[in-house]
């Protein structure tokens, strides 16, 4: 658009800033036009300011009010990377004869969260492909025994789609939260992204499920997926709008090269961070976190997450030894880092840019 200003866009801007939300048209129509110019009065003189840098002014201010200068922190664990599932974008899906995998020891869990703690992290997150080897009774014992000797720290599970039965035996053995992206609202558009056999109702069912069984629930989305417009964007807003997740998760989807998107392009750090803002704009209190795949794409990208709304950072502690075989997609940050250097490295990222690490579990706060 340029430098011709179009009023339609400051009524759809003025009505999200008032109403947190806006139709599925209207959403598409910001998400189309996030570089158009809307005239503002500086000094005396008229100037120009896109959707874009409004929003990002607006969502970095609401991240300010609502959780100062403090950043939360959460120790990733991935423990597995066999996954029974194909999911065309994914590094490790089952049909990658090439992944190396592994599987982290019961010790080797608890190894990572002992370094973990002694570093700061109060939550940690267990996270791992579909991998049947981990069975409901064995997904249970590891966190019964996290929350036993570290019973002042969070437990987030990211494991992936399950019956209703098998996430209650784990919300009974403690954990807190859940992680579980609905990878994108649209049937059609999940379709293109998945095989048959999975279905994005079954997934946003296991999220309402979740929910109901009182875990704080982290949904969430890829940004610049293949076959991904602004409509399945704006579908994707909305469904966050009625679920009303306590996390949501999203990152640039970054192209694999032994997956069937190998030669997609990718997504853009831009598109990533004007999603950030507009989800901290309809969601004041929502954790969201400035994502790794955010820190791929860009060598500032985690920091613009945090200036445009973000408020979570997710280092690995995984053993070194494994870290490059957790390859979702290609050239994948911080894969030769210790956990103490990733933990330094983000706490000085984040001076920086005036935030500071909270060693605090970093709770969903409903009031
Ligand atoms: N690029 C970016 N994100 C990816 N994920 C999986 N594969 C990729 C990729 N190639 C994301 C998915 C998943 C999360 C754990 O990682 O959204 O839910
Ligand atoms: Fe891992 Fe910077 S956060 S090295």
Redesign the pocket.
Known sequence: MGMTSNMEIVIILQKLLDNRILTKEEFAYLIDHRDDSIPKLVNGKIAMESPRSILQKRANEIRQSVFGNKIYTRGLIEFTNYCKNNCYYCGIRAGNRNAERYRLTEDEIMDCCQTGYELGFRTFVLQGGEDPYFTDERIAQIVRNIKSIYSDCAVTLSVGEHEIETYRLWKEAGADRYLLRHETANDEHYRILHPEEMSASHRRQCLWNLKSLGYQTGAGFMVGSPGQTSAELAEDLLFLNNLRPEMIGIGPFIHHDQTPFASRPDGTKELTLFLLSILRVMFPKVLLPSTTAL?TIAADGREQGILHGANVVM??LSPVADRKKYSLYEHK??TG?EAA??RS??AN?MHLIGCELAVDRGDYQAS
């Open positions: 820190g280092p690995n940050i911080c880092e250097e990733c490295c983000l990222r």
